[in-house]
Protein backbone atom coordinates (compact mmCIF):
# COMPACT_ATOMS: atom_id res chain seq x y z
CA UNK A 1 0.00 0.00 0.00
CA UNK A 2 1.25 3.48 -0.89
CA UNK A 3 0.11 6.97 -0.43
CA UNK A 4 2.32 9.14 -2.55
CA UNK A 5 1.13 12.68 -1.40
CA UNK A 6 2.52 15.73 -3.76
CA UNK A 7 2.32 19.10 -4.97
CA UNK A 8 4.09 20.93 -2.47
CA UNK A 9 6.45 23.90 -2.96
CA UNK A 10 7.55 27.34 -2.19
CA UNK A 11 4.75 29.84 -2.01
CA UNK A 12 4.13 33.40 -0.73
CA UNK A 13 1.67 34.52 1.77
CA UNK A 14 -1.58 34.22 0.20
CA UNK A 15 -1.09 32.20 -2.73
CA UNK A 16 -2.64 28.77 -3.00
CA UNK A 17 -1.44 25.50 -3.25
CA UNK A 18 -3.64 21.92 -4.05
CA UNK A 19 -2.03 18.90 -2.98
CA UNK A 20 -3.37 15.28 -4.58
CA UNK A 21 -2.83 12.35 -2.30
CA UNK A 22 -2.94 8.90 -4.96
CA UNK A 23 -3.26 5.89 -2.70
CA UNK A 24 -2.21 2.26 -4.77
CA UNK A 25 -2.62 -0.98 -3.15
CA UNK A 26 -6.08 -0.56 -2.13
CA UNK A 27 -9.32 0.47 -2.78
CA UNK A 28 -9.76 4.33 -1.47
CA UNK A 29 -13.89 3.66 -0.48
CA UNK A 30 -14.36 1.95 2.96
CA UNK A 31 -11.95 4.09 4.65
CA UNK A 32 -11.81 7.68 5.81
CA UNK A 33 -9.15 9.80 4.60
CA UNK A 34 -7.21 12.23 6.41
CA UNK A 35 -4.54 15.59 6.10
CA UNK A 36 -1.90 16.27 8.92
CA UNK A 37 1.05 18.42 8.87
CA UNK A 38 4.18 18.68 10.69
CA UNK A 39 6.15 21.99 11.30
CA UNK A 40 9.72 21.69 12.22
CA UNK A 41 10.32 21.30 15.93
CA UNK A 42 6.59 20.67 16.41
CA UNK A 43 4.68 17.47 16.60
CA UNK A 44 2.44 16.33 13.99
CA UNK A 45 -0.96 17.78 14.14
CA UNK A 46 -4.50 16.97 12.37
CA UNK A 47 -5.25 19.43 9.52
CA UNK A 48 -8.44 17.70 7.57
CA UNK A 49 -10.67 14.64 7.39
CA UNK A 50 -13.25 13.61 5.44
CA UNK A 51 -15.56 10.71 5.46
CA UNK A 52 -15.43 7.90 3.01
CA UNK A 53 -18.49 8.76 0.69
CA UNK A 54 -17.02 12.11 0.44
CA UNK A 55 -20.37 13.55 2.55
CA UNK A 56 -18.56 14.65 5.64
CA UNK A 57 -15.73 17.06 6.32
CA UNK A 58 -13.86 18.21 9.53
CA UNK A 59 -10.76 20.79 9.94
CA UNK A 60 -8.95 21.91 12.59
CA UNK A 61 -9.88 25.25 13.33
CA UNK A 62 -6.41 26.62 12.18
CA UNK A 63 -7.40 26.10 8.84
CA UNK A 64 -11.21 26.23 8.90
CA UNK A 65 -12.52 28.74 5.95
CA UNK A 66 -9.19 28.41 3.82
CA UNK A 67 -8.54 24.69 3.36
CA UNK A 68 -10.93 22.19 1.70
CA UNK A 69 -10.59 18.66 1.70
CA UNK A 70 -11.76 16.03 -0.65
CA UNK A 71 -11.57 12.98 -2.82
CA UNK A 72 -12.40 11.00 -5.73
CA UNK A 73 -13.08 7.49 -4.94
CA UNK A 74 -12.81 6.54 -8.75
CA UNK A 75 -9.34 7.71 -9.11
CA UNK A 76 -8.51 6.96 -5.21
CA UNK A 77 -7.16 10.43 -4.58
CA UNK A 78 -7.74 12.72 -1.87
CA UNK A 79 -7.14 16.48 -2.24
CA UNK A 80 -6.55 19.42 0.28
CA UNK A 81 -6.65 22.83 -1.10
CA UNK A 82 -5.46 25.35 0.24
CA UNK A 83 -6.05 29.08 0.01
CA UNK A 84 -4.64 32.28 1.50
CA UNK A 85 -1.51 30.71 2.69
CA UNK A 86 0.27 31.72 5.92
CA UNK A 87 3.96 31.35 7.12
CA UNK A 88 2.50 29.32 9.76
CA UNK A 89 1.32 26.61 7.51
CA UNK A 90 4.55 25.93 6.44
CA UNK A 91 5.25 21.96 7.26
CA UNK A 92 5.35 18.68 5.77
CA UNK A 93 1.99 17.49 4.87
CA UNK A 94 0.65 13.80 5.12
CA UNK A 95 -2.31 12.15 3.93
CA UNK A 96 -3.70 8.63 5.96
CA UNK A 97 -6.53 6.13 5.83
CA UNK A 98 -8.22 5.57 8.44
CA UNK A 99 -11.35 3.46 10.31
CA UNK A 100 -13.00 6.83 11.36
CA UNK A 101 -13.11 10.35 11.99
CA UNK A 102 -12.09 10.14 15.81
CA UNK A 103 -9.25 8.22 14.84
CA UNK A 104 -7.89 10.23 12.31
CA UNK A 105 -8.49 13.13 14.60
CA UNK A 106 -6.06 11.74 17.19
CA UNK A 107 -3.50 10.70 14.45
CA UNK A 108 -4.13 7.15 14.82
CA UNK A 109 -4.24 5.50 10.98
CA UNK A 110 -4.08 2.11 8.98
CA UNK A 111 -1.45 3.64 6.54
CA UNK A 112 0.45 7.05 6.18
CA UNK A 113 1.96 7.93 3.02
CA UNK A 114 5.12 10.37 3.07
CA UNK A 115 4.70 14.21 3.06
CA UNK A 116 5.05 16.80 0.53
CA UNK A 117 7.00 20.00 1.79
CA UNK A 118 4.82 23.45 1.94
CA UNK A 119 6.63 26.77 2.39
CA UNK A 120 5.36 29.80 2.98
CA UNK A 121 7.38 32.94 2.41
CA UNK A 122 6.10 36.09 4.15
Known amino acids: VQLQASGGGLVQTGDSLRLPCVVS????????MGWFRQAPGKEREFVAAITWGGAVSFYADSVKGRFTISRDNAKNTVYLQMNSLKPEDTALYYCAAGANITSLKTLSAFYWGQGTLVTVSS
Open 25 to 32: GLTLRPYH
